[in-house]
C-alpha cells in the first residue's frame, strides 16, 4: 500500500443522500501532501458536499475518510474534532470578522488549540498564538496588514487572511471551495499560486474546486472531475483535454 495515501487525504466510498437523492455515489478521493488536487464538474455535481463532508459540515451516509493519517470512523467528542482539525476549508464567500484586524482573524483559527482559559477573550490572545498567527499572514505575504481591519482589505487579500487562519489552525489538509471564484483574474491567479505553493513547498495536501479548467491546468497537479455524484475523470493537470471539458460540463444542472 502507497504509504502518501496514510497521510494527507483518503476518502473512500463516500456516500451522502438528500431527500432519497443520492448525490455522492462512492466517491473515491486523495490528495497526498505536496499535492494540489482541482476538483471540477457541473453545478450540482457534489463537489461542495464531498467537501464538507470531510471537515464535518455534511454528514456521510456511508465511507471513510483519513485526515492526516487518522480515520475519522468511530471517532466522536473531542477526538474527532482533533482528528478534523488537521483539515481547513476555505470558501468563495469569505468568513472573516470585518471589523476585527488580519490578525485576530488569524488568531481564531488557533484558538481551539489552547486551553478555555487563555481563548476566551479574542482581544488578549496569548503571545505564542499572536507570534504564530504571525508567521501565518507573512506565509501569506500579508504580513504588513496584520492589524488592518479585515475589511479594509482586497478580496484576494481576505482569501489570503483566510488561507492563513486554515495554517494557524495546524492544517495539514486544505479544502478551497470555489476560492477564486470572487476574484478578479490578478487576485485569483495569486491566490492559486499561493494554494500551490503551499502545497509543493510546505508539503500541505490541497483539493481546490474550480471552475475554471484553465486554471486548474496552470496550477493543480492532478485534476478529478466529478459527474452526478461520481469521479468520473481522474488526470494528470497537463493530460486535461477540451473532451475532458466538455463531458463534464454536458450534463450540467442546477
Ligand atoms: N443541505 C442540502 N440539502 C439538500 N440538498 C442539498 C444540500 N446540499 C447539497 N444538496 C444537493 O446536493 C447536490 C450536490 O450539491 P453540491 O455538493 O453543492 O454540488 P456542487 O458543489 O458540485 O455544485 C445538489 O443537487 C444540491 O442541490
Ligand atoms: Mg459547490
Given at each position: 500500500m502507497n504509504t502518501l495515501l496514510d497521510t494527507g487525504l483518503a476518502v473512500r466510498g463516500l456516500r451522502k443522500s438528500y431527500g432519497g437523492r443520492e448525490v455522492l455515489k462512492g466517491v473515491d478521493l486523495t490528495v497526498a501532501p505536496g499535492e494540489l488536487v482541482a476538483l471540477l464538474g457541473a453545478n450540482g455535481s457534489g463537489k461542495s458536499t464531498a467537501l464538507r463532508c470531510v471537515v464535518g459540515l455534511a454528514e456521510a451516509d456511508a465511507g471513510e475518510i483519513r485526515v492526516a493519517g487518522t480515520s475519522l470512523r468511530g471517532l466522536s467528542g473531542a477526538e474527532l474534532t482533533r482528528a478534523r482539525r488537521a483539515a481547513a476549508m476555505v470558501f468563495q464567500q469569505i468568513h472573516l470578522v470585518r471589523r476585527r484586524s488580519a490578525l485576530d482573524n488569524v488568531c481564531a483559527g488557533g484558538?481551539?488549540?489552547?486551553?478555555l482559559s487563555r481563548s476566551l477573550s479574542p482581544v488578549l490572545f496569548p503571545r505564542e498564538l499572536r507570534e504564530h498567527a504571525m508567521a501565518c499572514l507573512d506565509r501569506v505575504g500579508l504580513a504588513d496588514r496584520a492589524h488592518d481591519r479585515a475589511g479594509s482589505l482586497s478580496g484576494g487579500q481576505q482569501q489570503r487572511v483566510a488561507v492563513a487562519r486554515a495554517l494557524c489552525q495546524g492544517a495539514r489538509v486544505l479544502l478551497a471551495d470555489e476560492?477564486?471564484?470572487?476574484?478578479d483574474p490578478a487576485a485569483a491567479t495569486q491566490v492559486m499560486a499561493l494554494l500551490a505553493e503551499l502545497a509543493h513547498e510546505d508539503g500541505l495536501a490541497v483539493a481546490v474546486v474550480l471552475h475554471q479548467p484553465e486554471l486548474a491546468r496552470l496550477h493543480a497537479d492532478r485534476l478529478i472531475g466529478l459527474i452526478d455524484g461520481e469521479i468520473r475523470l481522474s488526470t494528470p493537470a497537463a493530460l486535461l483535454s477540451e473532451e475532458d471539458i466538455a463531458a463534464l460540463y454536458r450534463g450540467e444542472r442546477g
Amino acid at each position: 500500500m502507497n504509504t502518501l495515501l496514510d497521510t494527507g487525504l483518503a476518502v473512500r466510498g463516500l456516500r451522502k443522500s438528500y431527500g432519497g437523492r443520492e448525490v455522492l455515489k462512492g466517491v473515491d478521493l486523495t490528495v497526498a501532501p505536496g499535492e494540489l488536487v482541482a476538483l471540477l464538474g457541473a453545478n450540482g455535481s457534489g463537489k461542495s458536499t464531498a467537501l464538507r463532508c470531510v471537515v464535518g459540515l455534511a454528514e456521510a451516509d456511508a465511507g471513510e475518510i483519513r485526515v492526516a493519517g487518522t480515520s475519522l470512523r468511530g471517532l466522536s467528542g473531542a477526538e474527532l474534532t482533533r482528528a478534523r482539525r488537521a483539515a481547513a476549508m476555505v470558501f468563495q464567500q469569505i468568513h472573516l470578522v470585518r471589523r476585527r484586524s488580519a490578525l485576530d482573524n488569524v488568531c481564531a483559527g488557533g484558538i481551539a488549540g489552547l486551553p478555555l482559559s487563555r481563548s476566551l477573550s479574542p482581544v488578549l490572545f496569548p503571545r505564542e498564538l499572536r507570534e504564530h498567527a504571525m508567521a501565518c499572514l507573512d506565509r501569506v505575504g500579508l504580513a504588513d496588514r496584520a492589524h488592518d481591519r479585515a475589511g479594509s482589505l482586497s478580496g484576494g487579500q481576505q482569501q489570503r487572511v483566510a488561507v492563513a487562519r486554515a495554517l494557524c489552525q495546524g492544517a495539514r489538509v486544505l479544502l478551497a471551495d470555489e476560492p477564486v471564484s470572487a476574484l478578479d483574474p490578478a487576485a485569483a491567479t495569486q491566490v492559486m499560486a499561493l494554494l500551490a505553493e503551499l502545497a509543493h513547498e510546505d508539503g500541505l495536501a490541497v483539493a481546490v474546486v474550480l471552475h475554471q479548467p484553465e486554471l486548474a491546468r496552470l496550477h493543480a497537479d492532478r485534476l478529478i472531475g466529478l459527474i452526478d455524484g461520481e469521479i468520473r475523470l481522474s488526470t494528470p493537470a497537463a493530460l486535461l483535454s477540451e473532451e475532458d471539458i466538455a463531458a463534464l460540463y454536458r450534463g450540467e444542472r442546477g
